[in-house]
């Protein structure tokens, strides 16, 4: 039985990469040495850290202006860090709440500042405007909300306010003009490799910013100074990001995996939208293209529905656990044979259970 993966922590890989990988530990370009035995200061790690940054630079298209950071902790741990790191000499920063997410990082910043909620979805629908406060240090959203299947498609203005992004969900699945941001900061787990990598991309004039104290792993300005080796980086995720990078670019960039992903959603959202058996409650304006949200009719159909599409090789379909019902994650590596599949289950299950 064939398998697919759905899942949202970690996603799946493209076979290439995989089978690149299986190579690279055993032995790394004929050196004797596993890719898991290379030290970071070794000229052979330099090179595949510029690679890295290089692809990702050409790839968002960033000047020189920005700065490119790879860093450990994950996004949840960047919460925190953002306010040690970009206040300055302010109190008070804006944040816009639309989901799960939003709210882990609004309620880890307040133990650092003064945090104000310029505007609130409802979980269902994101706010179309927002009402900045009168001299924050920075206003931050979630574009994607994993949780609720929630996507912003269009961002309001800020003015010279920065915006600060967690974009750990849709980071690379399209093109986005990044002059817009003052940062953006995303885990790799989902679009870019493995879990144990967190991107930061960030304007040069946020630096120089941090509170006295920040540990130098944690501090932007002495990280970029570092390029990211202050302390020891995640080599192997960091490898396997170079990995994803390169196939992105081999697979038409931003513009081609963003028409993709469009795609494979449209097909999902088709078929759950088809007759009212599946149902999916967000507003089809802000829903996302990377985290579809549906339930059935009933709580029984849903536990029936996770059991059989499990049988059948669906997998990590259960919706977050503050939110319940089915989710389906379609990151840039799902293929669109698997969300075929899974319409033909889907189908196949509304014919015997509706």
């Not at 330099?46 to 960033?62: E, N």
């Not at 020891?232 to 028409?259: C, D, R």
């Amino acid at each position: 039985m064939k398998a697919f993966s759905f899942a949202s922590g970690q996603s799946v890989l493209p076979p290439t990469v995989v089978a690149e990988l299986c190579r690279d530990l055993a032995e790394w370009r004929d050196s004797g040495l596993s890719l898991l035995e290379l030290p970071f200061t070794h000229a052979d790690f330099g090179d595949l850290l510029a690679q890295a940054q290089g692809d990702l630079r050409a790839l968002l298209g960033l000047s020189d202006s920005y700065r490119v950071l790879f860093l450990q902790g994950g996004a949840s741990a960047q919460f925190g860090l953002l306010p040690m790191n970009l206040l300055g000499s302010k109190t008070g920063v804006d944040y816009v709440e639309t989901g799960h997410w939003s709210r882990r990082a609004m309620a880890a910043a307040a133990a650092w500042c003064d945090v104000h909620v310029v505007a609130q979805g409802d979980g269902v629908s994101l706010p179309a405007t927002w009402h900045l406060s009168a001299d924050p240090a920075y206003c931050h959203l979630t574009t994607n909300e994993t949780a609720e299947g929630l996507q912003f498609h269009h961002i309001p203005e800020t003015g010279d306010v920065p915006l600060v992004a967690d974009m750990t969900a849709d980071f690379l699945t399209r093109p986005i003009s990044v002059e817009r941001f003052g940062l953006i900061y995303a885990s790799a787990q989902k679009n870019l490799g493995v879990a144990g990598l967190t991107i930061v991309v960030l304007n040069a004039k946020l630096l120089g910013r941090a509170r006295h104290g920040v540990p130098a792993p944690f501090n932007y300005t002495l990280q970029a100074d570092a390029g990211s080796r202050i302390n020891t980086p995640p080599t192997f995720a960091i490898a396997v990001a170079a990995k994803m990078l390169t196939w992105l670019k081999a697979n038409g960039g931003l513009e081609s995996v963003g028409a993709g992903n469009a795609h494979k959603s449209a097909k999902l959202y088709a078929a759950i939208d088809a007759d009212g058996f599946y149902q999916c409650p967000v507003q089809p304006q802000d829903r996302s293209l990377l985290n579809v949200r549906f339930h059935l009719p009933t709580l029984h159909l849903n536990t029936i529905f996770l059991e059989e599409s499990e049988a059948h090789g669906f997998l990590h379909l259960q919706g977050h656990p503050s939110i319940g019902g089915i989710r389906v994650s379609l990151y840039n590596a799902v293929p669109e044979e698997a969300v075929d599949a899974l319409i033909v289950f889907m189908d196949d299950f509304r014919r015997r259970r509706g």
